[in-house]
């Protein structure tokens, strides 16, 4: 089987330590910013031979997978065609003090990962990653079957999407909780319950059911 290779849109805390744990995986890996390059020369040393900088257009094109992990403000800046058909894990949050307001993300008509599957209507978008401060992707690892392993949330309207999530999960040391459609994604949003904490499966299994919508919460 030919090595995946992961195409990372946004080089931020969360995009640098995702393209650690995939090569350490031994994924490929081609890692883009918005600032170009060679201002990412530093982490593509420190990744080693698997990994390379591009421009977004270019990892895109390269992407067998790729990993949107941007401010939300700049989703309209992610490449369209070179994705086309493409699995797009988006770890994208919604901070309106960062990313302005967005309408209709604040009368919750749709979620942030609806707003990325719009904007790229024939790739199979998965939330994954949303939830998780960069340094617990390390930090928190651990091998499948441990006691009170660490799981995260996705959410995706496509099975084999979602598949794909849920094997990365695991190989990067975390278990999987499937939210359901991309509809769902909310429930793990800013201010939800499981948000940013460390959580086992079952645990966050109640923070889903437990979340209310903005509009809901006094």
Avoid: C
Avoid at 40 to 66: H, I, K, M
Avoid at 137 to 155: C, E, N, Q, S, Y
């Amino acid at each position: 089987m030919s090595m995946t290779t992961l195409g990372i849109i946004g080089a931020g805390h969360i995009g640098s330590q995702v393209a650690r744990q995939a090569v350490a995986n031994g994924y490929d890996v081609v890692i883009s910013n918005s600032r170009g390059p060679e201002t990412l020369a530093e982490l593509v040393a420190e990744l080693g031979p698997r990994a390379r900088a591009a421009t977004a257009v270019e990892a895109a094109q390269a992407a067998d997978v790729a990993v949107v992990t941007i401010p939300l403000r700049n989703y309209r800046q992610v490449p369209v065609e070179p994705l086309a058909g493409k699995i797009v894990l988006d770890t994208n949050n919604y901070y309106p003090q960062r990313d302005g307001v967005i309408p209709e993300l604040e009368d919750e008509s749709t979620t942030t990962a609806e707003l990325l599957q719009a904007h790229l209507p024939t790739s199979k978008v998965v939330k994954a990653f949303n939830h998780i401060m960069a340094s617990a992707i390390a930090d928190d690892a651990l091998p499948a079957g441990t006691p009170d392993r660490r799981a995260l949330v996705i959410a995706g309207d496509d099975a084999e999407a979602k598949e794909f999530a849920t094997r990365l999960y695991d190989q990067f040391g975390f278990d999987t909780v499937d939210a359901g459609p991309l509809s769902e994604g909310w429930r793990i949003q800013r201010d939800t319950p499981g948000y940013v904490s460390r959580r086992t499966a079952e645990e966050l299994r109640a923070d889903l059911a437990a979340a209310k919508r903005y509009r809901d919460t006094p």
